[in-house]
């Protein structure tokens, strides 16, 4: 899934210009590529060195597959129902856009970060692969994934609140986590939505613009300027943003729609945990489990390097486990079981997706360049 921490407005267009402009190129570069996935099968096989494997492996075999299967199901459910509510607001903008078209360019979005942690990239390639669909251009794709990550983030910091609220308060269990910490990742989620909605503001964007540093506005100028784009400029991208947020706030029900899906993909992460767990016989309060994920969470959003955090989430989500009182081989188990679900088989899946549909040929522009 598309976990990545919120840059400021003035970046996310950079980063969106940079890319419709063929500028980013050398970020995805094969050799990079193979040097972080490299470090992070390093990391990730420390981490199995440290935890004791054998003993991981004899919990994990006594695993209820019945359970384990009803977690994959879930989780991949949730895959889906992300790419189709980024889907409903591109609908809501007109963007002539099919179903199988938002969850092609979706998936190979994420294959693409799974494989190198590119900084927003999964909302950078999906604009990318959707700007030049029927009744589609720049603004609309750069709304479309702007509203969409928001809603990511929105969900995210209301339901670890709302978990660690229940918890305390009708629970009476010892959150696992430091409440500075905790109310941290929650103004982290708040303060990064904040920062994407800027970038739909109309008006400060282009307060930004016309106070940014002249180097800034030739740059942005000259890679809008692509005659590919068919743009007049940066003031032309402005202008479609706002005609794309205007149409989007006319079609509340759709919004609606498409949060309560975002948060249910959110939440399938720790529906996964929490089906794991329990088919290891191992019986843990649901929200407990909410908090620990949602800090993993924003541990693995803070990662711009470790393809998927791999050996980093891991060893969080093992740690977490041990901090409740979940014995060290069977946190592990939990935690090996957890991150084949979300992340091994996800891969796969959006792998075989990208493969098919050839994501090499839809971005041929842009893994080509620099």
Same mark, same amino acid.
């Given at each position: 899934?598309?976990?990545?921490?919120?840059?400021?407005?003035?970046?996310?267009?950079?980063g969106?210009g940079e890319?419709?402009?063929?500028g980013?190129g050398a970020?995805?570069r094969?050799?990079?590529?193979i040097?972080?996935?490299?470090?992070?099968?390093?990391?990730?096989?420390?981490?199995l060195?440290?935890?004791?494997?054998f003993?991981?492996?004899?919990?994990?075999?006594?695993?209820?597959?019945?359970?384990?299967?009803?977690?994959?199901?879930?989780?991949?459910a949730g895959?889906?129902?992300?790419?189709?509510?980024w889907?409903?607001?591109?609908?809501?903008?007109?963007?002539?856009v099919?179903v199988?078209?938002?969850i092609q360019?979706?998936?190979?979005?994420l294959?693409?970060v799974?494989?190198?942690?590119?900084?927003?990239?999964s909302?950078?390639?999906?604009a990318?692969?959707i700007?030049?669909?029927?009744?589609?251009?720049?603004?609309?794709?750069v709304?479309?994934?702007?509203?969409h990550?928001s809603?990511?983030?929105?969900s995210?910091g209301?339901l670890?609140?709302?978990?660690?609220?229940?918890v305390?308060t009708?629970?009476g269990?010892?959150?696992?986590?430091?409440?500075d910490?905790l109310?941290?990742? $929650? %103004?982290?989620?708040?303060?990064? =939505?904040? /920062?994407?909605s800027?970038v *739909?503001? !109309? @008006? #400060?964007l282009?307060?930004v613009?016309?106070?940014?540093?002249?180097?800034?506005?030739?740059?942005?100028?000259?890679?809008?300027?692509?005659?590919?784009?068919?743009?007049d400029?940066?003031e032309?991208?402005?202008?479609?943003?706002?005609?794309a947020v205007?149409a989007?706030?006319?079609?509340?029900?759709l919004?609606?729609a498409?949060?309560l899906?975002?948060a249910f993909?959110?939440?399938?992460?720790?529906?996964?945990?929490?089906?794991?767990?329990l088919s290891?016989?191992?019986?843990?309060?649901?929200?407990?489990i909410v908090?620990?994920y949602?800090v993993?969470?924003?541990?693995?959003?803070?990662?711009?390097?470790?393809?998927?955090?791999?050996?980093i989430?891991?060893?969080?989500l093992?740690?977490?486990? $041990? %901090?409740?009182?979940?014995?060290? =081989?069977? /946190?592990?188990?939990?935690s *090996?079981? !957890? @991150? #084949?679900?979300t992340?091994?088989?996800e891969v796969?899946?959006?792998?075989?997706?990208?493969?098919h549909?050839g994501?090499?040929?839809?971005?041929?522009?842009?893994?080509?360049?620099?």
């Amino acid at each position: 899934m598309p976990r990545r921490g919120a840059p400021s407005g003035s970046s996310y267009l950079w980063g969106m210009g940079e890319l419709m402009g063929g500028g980013g190129g050398a970020v995805l570069r094969r050799r990079q590529g193979i040097l972080l996935t490299s470090l992070g099968l390093i990391f990730f096989a420390a981490y199995l060195a440290v935890s004791n494997p054998f003993k991981a492996l004899l919990e994990v075999g006594r695993v209820d597959l019945r359970l384990f299967l009803l977690s994959i199901l879930i989780n991949d459910a949730g895959l889906v129902l992300f790419a189709v509510s980024w889907y409903l607001l591109l609908r809501g903008m007109d963007v002539r856009v099919s179903v199988s078209e938002a969850i092609q360019a979706t998936f190979i979005s994420l294959f693409v970060v799974w494989m190198i942690p590119i900084p927003i990239g999964s909302e950078i390639i999906r604009a990318y692969l959707i700007r030049h669909k029927e009744n589609s251009d720049i603004g609309k794709a750069v709304a479309s994934v702007v509203v969409h990550k928001s809603m990511y983030n929105i969900s995210f910091g209301v339901l670890i609140a709302f978990a660690a609220a229940f918890v305390s308060t009708f629970h009476g269990v010892r959150i696992p986590v430091r409440d500075d910490l905790l109310w941290f990742v $929650v %103004l982290f989620a708040a303060g990064s =939505s904040i /920062a994407f909605s800027a970038v *739909l503001d !109309t @008006r #400060l964007l282009r307060g930004v613009y016309r106070r940014s540093p002249q180097w800034i506005r030739s740059r942005l100028t000259g890679r809008l300027g692509d005659p590919r784009l068919g743009l007049d400029g940066f003031e032309t991208v402005i202008d479609e943003i706002g005609a794309a947020v205007a149409a989007l706030r006319s079609r509340m029900g759709l919004n609606l729609a498409a949060f309560l899906m975002v948060a249910f993909q959110w939440s399938t992460g720790s529906i996964t945990a929490w089906l794991v767990a329990l088919s290891l016989g191992r019986r843990m309060n649901f929200w407990v489990i909410v908090i620990i994920y949602a800090v993993v969470e924003f541990i693995q959003q803070l990662n711009i390097v470790i393809p998927g955090g791999l050996g980093i989430v891991d060893a969080g989500l093992t740690g977490a486990f $041990v %901090l409740v009182g979940v014995p060290l =081989s069977l /946190a592990s188990a939990i935690s *090996l079981l !957890t @991150r #084949l679900v979300t992340y091994w088989l996800e891969v796969v899946l959006a792998g075989i997706v990208s493969i098919h549909y050839g994501y090499r040929e839809s971005l041929k522009a842009y893994l080509n360049s620099g």
